[in-house]
């Protein structure tokens, strides 16, 4: 709700904030870091004049609005405090320090207006409320409102929100307090900050270039592999650095197909697609023989420049996420950008404003909500992603040492894992959260007169053309890469190691192989298995929480059962596998659910809840879309011509949504048997119940000749798969096939 | 047939008051109407019959029969949503049969029955059409159909009309008078149009805010307003500000400053304090001779004539105020002529100016 409250006469700017920051880190840098003073537990002073400035300058009449109504101020003031969060646990000092004192009266000053801005609203609130309802009158009306199916609905759809995703993670979260004797309870967070691996407070000389070259004989070899800081600090600058390249690559690639008509615009979109089908591990391994040593890249550098290119450990990681992950900004920004209604560019235009200024005033901040919920699903993608760091064998990572804890000899996840494993999800859940509160203050709803309108659509003039051909079309095919690689390798045109193309030796006995070799196909038959399974669980619990969701309007119950239903998408995959390994082995201890029953555990069962919980927030979003697309009053009618509610939503309401059931299961059942974090760690506990993914892995570094090749032509499958499942969405059921936002 | 009785109805949305200590009695059989501006509560009260919202406080009955806490599939009330809810993944006859079918009716009973009202709304031969492939006013005639069908105690209407062209509506409009005099069903209309809702009715109750300002027949809202919201919301109105003068058989005298004249109306309320209003309807001007001796006869200059086809409406300079006054369409004045016309007293009413004086008209 936007109320105004009255401000004082406006007297200081953002500027004055900036001034004052400046000031702080000024004298900061010059006293402690320069002449030595004021170091280690007085550096308080700092702080506290900052915080004091801030709260003078919010006192004599700062326009709080300012930084609210911004959309680059609001942002950093979001970044900013994830910054400092850093900056302090991982004690950074000097310039970082400076940067987030200088950060620090800006941020005072946004919280201090935020809390200044929810104590008004509820004051006025107050006051408006004129009459007095007795709370028991207000239980009474609600009451009056839910049928007994819909408290079924809220009570099965809490209970299994409880047992299976907040008990685990709770009992993760518990697991990270599990200290050694006489050491305080935040021990294992302690340790992991102090500890180099983890987190590297000084650099060797070695460490610091994140590219070496080697002289071999007569060739040159650059070689990129990036720098290590430590476990934590690598997977946020990795993740960071996906999430910055991907949302511009994305914005700019469907910013031009959302645009501008030039010949080969089609042939184009589908090749920004190719990305987007998922063969977990296949792809990172394609990226590494493109990027490798003697790979085709090598080879036309060694041509042009005379030296080749080598990128491997965290760069790769980095560049085969890029290219991974980059189509997802790109669908949210392509929808983002065709549902602008052109006229508010005519508008825009017709006030004399044209190219970048249209772009940066007008068109990217309507389309920025769209663009920043596809960057934060990269961002926890990213961080939670296991597939690159396997294939590129690189362990400094959170994701990886989380993974490598399920397969050490003992079996048994040590507590500062499920310390890191709750930094990991502290990350994530935190810019998750922070980004959907960003987003869902600047949702603008478009409001068109006159239904659809036509998207606006210019021709390209030669220079962009130039720009199409020359950086776009070389950039989307060298994207689409790691897709095709996977096909070549899988009937192998190109061999397992090396680079070369080799026509001849083309042979479909690999593909056949996963059907016909018993070491192969009963994983696969797992997968598919368990997928089913998990998919009918996930529709019928996404049924149960989307209908409640859209149809009951309690006060706080509602938005948390929507949050919870929501927030898998936040939590890494390694975390809720975590999470369950504790929860079932602490619960089921002894029973074949115990992960620490080495051989009785019933992997199966674990996995398929695991994937059920996981993977609901792509099924309940669809079947959402669909009850949202019901209007109230359909539902009514029904009720008002006798039919009891139960009755009204199997005749009336599911009728109705069926695509949208259909097309949720398709995307569940397409993002459970392509999922990667919990098959490989609960699997693996149990390989002869592990589905594909495991064994995926597994034969890639199990020393057969031909496993990549076996591993390959899975991904095959999988994408097999992928383009039926997007057939069917398109063609079939006539819906967008899109990553889904915050 | 069915005597609906609203009794101190409630109703509050967080710290809105939808309804405000709304009291109605709806007689058997009659088409009442609640009309208001959006907003006003009138849809909340209609849902509140329909069972879809519970009051606060409040009690609502179905002739002697409690039905405050009755759930809305039980009340066996049929209403014709504003988008008239028609479900497009089923044919027009199963739409109409849904609610037999939820009685579970033998299908022959369904069948002439729904072919009854199929012909009731004269919509024979559609029956397997689906809803999309019919126009906006078939689609209203199916609900209309599907609400009838079920031989409900109470029809309720929530502006129906509104999503079709003008012209579609007034034929609707008249129609729906007739099926419902047909049937003799006790229905109620919500609808923010007044031209609907004093043709169609046989009550008309005026809402604003959550309150019900005024209810009566039509022409007695109309003719008789008893605040000035009802006076300015039915029809239009000049609304002039006054001091309170003398009594005489029943009138009362009222001197206008902005007119500088003496006005002569009837006080439909008691008047108790000095500052009073003046409605005055724009049609029940006269023409007159300058010097013919009248009540409530004003000289003014023509501001602006505007003809609009049945009727000529003139903005008349009188004093410091422009009065909007309907002259018939032969009448065809110069700009800027001068103009003398007359107010029947019987037709002036004098209200208590509820306010301080709000604004210049």
Redesign the interface.
């Known amino acids: 709700m936007w109320l105004v409250i009255p401000l004082p006469e406006r007297l200081f700017s953002v500027k004055d904030a900036f001034i004052a920051g400046a000031i702080i880190a000024f004298f900061y840098i010059l006293f402690t870091q320069e002449l030595g003073y004021l170091t280690g537990a007085a550096e308080i002073v700092w702080w506290i004049a900052a915080i004091v400035w801030a709260v003078i300058l919010f006192k004599k009449g700062f326009n709080y609005y300012r930084i609210m109504n911004s959309f680059g101020l609001s942002f950093l003031v979001i970044i900013g405090f994830i910054f400092l969060f850093f900056d302090l646990t991982l004690e950074f000092e000097g310039i970082p320090r400076a940067l987030a004192l200088f950060l620090t009266p800006l941020m005072t000053i946004a919280v201090i207006g935020y809390i200044h801005n929810k104590i008004a609203l509820a004051k006025e609130?107050k006051r408006?409320?004129?009459?007095k309802?007795p709370i028991s009158?207000?239980v009474?009306?609600t009451l009056?409102?839910l049928?007994p199916i819909m408290i079924v609905f809220i009570v099965v759809g809490f209970s299994i929100l409880i047992a299976f995703l907040l008990a685990p993670v709770f009992m993760m979260l518990l697991n990270c307090f599990n200290v050694p004797p006489g050491e305080p309870f935040y021990y294992n967070f302690v340790y992991i900050f102090t500890n180099a691996p983890y987190v590297k407070h000084y650099l060797l000389p070695s460490d610091v270039t994140w590219y070496t070259i080697i002289q071999s004989g007569n060739t040159t070899i650059l070689l990129i592999k990036g720098v290590n800081y430590g476990v934590i600090v690598n997977s946020l600058i990795n993740s960071t650095i996906v999430t910055a390249a991907a949302t511009i690559l994305g914005i700019i690639v469907a910013f031009v197909l959302a645009r501008y008509d030039f010949p080969g615009k089609t042939i184009f979109r589908i090749l920004a697609m190719v990305p987007l089908f998922i063969t977990p591990f296949v792809n990172a391994y394609a990226v590494s023989i493109l990027f490798g040593r003697e790979g085709p890249i090598s080879m036309l550098t060694q041509q042009l420049f005379g030296f080749k290119i080598w990128i491997k450990d965290l760069a790769g990681i980095t560049l085969a996420q890029i290219m991974a992950f980059y189509p997802i900004v790109y669908l949210n920004a392509f929808s983002s950008f065709i549902s602008i209604d052109p006229s508010m560019e005519e508008q825009a235009e017709n006030l004399g404003s044209k190219g970048a200024r249209l772009f940066f005033t007008v068109t990217l901040p309507l389309a920025l909500p769209g663009i920043i919920a596809g960057s934060i699903l990269v961002f926890i993608f990213s961080l939670e992603d296991l597939g690159a760091p396997i294939v590129f064998n690189y362990h400094y990572i959170m994701s990886y040492q989380i993974y490598s804890s399920f397969t050490s000899e003992t079996g048994l996840v040590s507590p500062q894992i499920a310390a890191l494993g709750f930094i990991m999800l502290f990350i994530a859940v935190l810019a998750f959260l922070a980004v959907r509160s960003f987003v869902s203050m600047r949702s603008y709803a478009m409001i068109s007169r006159g239904g659809r309108w036509k998207p606006r659509v210019k021709k390209l003039g030669w220079k962009g053309k130039l720009f199409v051909y020359l950086v776009l079309l070389p950039l989307i095919i060298f994207t689409a890469m790691p897709q095709i690689s996977v096909i070549l390798l899988a009937f192998n045109i190109i061999p397992p190691y090396g680079f070369k193309i080799q026509l001849d030796k083309a042979t479909a006995k690999y593909f056949i192989g996963i059907f016909t070799n018993p070491t192969y196909y009963p994983y696969i038959r797992n997968t598919l298995m368990y997928a089913a399974m998990a998919v009918v669980l996930a529709t019928i619990i996404s049924i149960i929480i989307a209908y409640s969701v859209s149809r009951t309007k309690m006060r706080i119950l509602t938005p948390v059962m929507d949050t919870l239903a929501t927030i898998p998408l936040a939590i890494p995959g390694l975390v809720i596998a975590l999470g369950y390994y504790f929860f079932f082995s602490t619960f089921f201890r002894g029973t074949p659910l115990d992960p620490t029953s080495v051989t009785t555990f019933q992997a199966w069962i674990v996995l398929v809840i695991a994937y059920t919980i996981r993977k609901l927030p792509f099924v309940v979003r669809s079947v959402y879309a669909g009850f949202q697309q019901v209007?109230e009053?359909?539902e009514?009618?029904?009720?008002?011509?006798?039919?009891?509610?139960t009755?009204t939503i199997f005749r009336?309401v599911l009728?109705?949504i069926t695509t949208y059931i259909i097309s949720g299961i398709i995307v569940g059942f397409i993002y459970i048997t392509t999922e990667v974090s919990t098959s490989i760690t609960i699997g693996g506990l149990n390989p002869a119940q592990a589905p594909m993914t495991f064994i995926m892995r597994e034969f890639f570094y199990g020393g057969t000749v031909h496993g990549v090749q076996y591993v390959a032509s899975m991904g095959v499958l999988l994408i097999i798969f992928q383009l039926i499942a997007v057939v069917i969405i398109t063609v079939v059921l006539k819906q967008r096939y899109a990553f889904i936002g915050v | 047939m069915t005597r609906v009785r609203l009794e101190n109805i409630t109703k509050v949305y967080g710290s809105v008051i939808a309804v405000d200590r709304v009291t109605l009695e709806i007689e058997s059989g009659e088409l009442f109407t609640l009309l208001g501006p959006s907003g006003c509560g009138k849809t909340t009260t209609l849902r509140i019959i329909a069972g879809f919202e519970v009051p606060e406080e409040g009690k609502i009955y179905f002739d002697d029969e409690d039905v405050t806490f009755l759930k809305p599939y039980r009340r066996n009330t049929a209403m014709v949503f504003q988008n008239y809810a028609l479900w497009p993944h089923m044919t027009v006859f199963d739409n109409i049969a849904y609610g037999l079918r939820i009685k579970k009716l033998p299908p022959e009973e369904i069948r002439r029955r729904v072919k009854w009202a199929l012909e009731l709304v004269k919509l024979e031969g559609l029956e397997n059409r689906y809803p999309l492939q019919l126009s906006g006013g078939q689609q209203q005639r199916v609900a209309l159909a599907r609400a009838l069908v079920v031989e409900p105690r109470v029809l309720l209407l929530d502006e129906p009309l509104s999503n079709l062209d003008a012209k579609l509506r007034i034929e609707m409009r008249e129609e729906i008078k007739k099926l419902q005099r047909k049937l003799g069903i006790t229905t109620v209309y919500v609808t923010h149009d007044q031209l609907e809702a004093m043709s169609i009715s046989d009550r008309i109750a005026v809402m604003n805010k959550g309150k019900v300002l005024q209810y009566g027949p039509p022409r007695q809202v109309y003719f008789r307003p008893t605040s000035l919201f009802v006076a300015d919301f039915l029809g239009r109105s000049n609304i002039l500000y006054g001091k309170a003068g003398k009594y005489h058989d029943g009138y009362i005298d009222v001197y206008i400053p902005d007119l500088d004249a003496t006005l002569t109306g009837v006080p439909v309320k008691e008047i108790t304090s000095s500052n009073v209003a003046v409605v005055i309807r724009p049609e029940i001007a006269r023409l007159v001779e300058k010097n013919q001796q009248v009540e409530n006869k004003l000289t003014g200059k023509i501001d602006l004539a505007m003809f609009l086809g049945d009727k000529v409406e003139l903005r008349v300079g009188v004093g410091k105020s422009s009065l909007i006054i309907y002259m018939s369409n032969l009448y065809e004045p110069a700009p800027g002529s001068e103009i003398t016309f007359y107010f029947p007293k019987d037709s002036l009413i004098v209200l208590p100016a509820e306010k301080p004086l709000m604004k210049e008209q």
Request: charged share 35%; no cysteine; hydrophobic share 35%.
């Open positions: 609130l408006r409320r004129k009459i309802i009158k207000r009474r009306t009056y409102k049928d209007h009053a359909l009514e009618a029904s009720l008002n011509l006798g039919a009891s509610r009755k009336i009728p109705m």
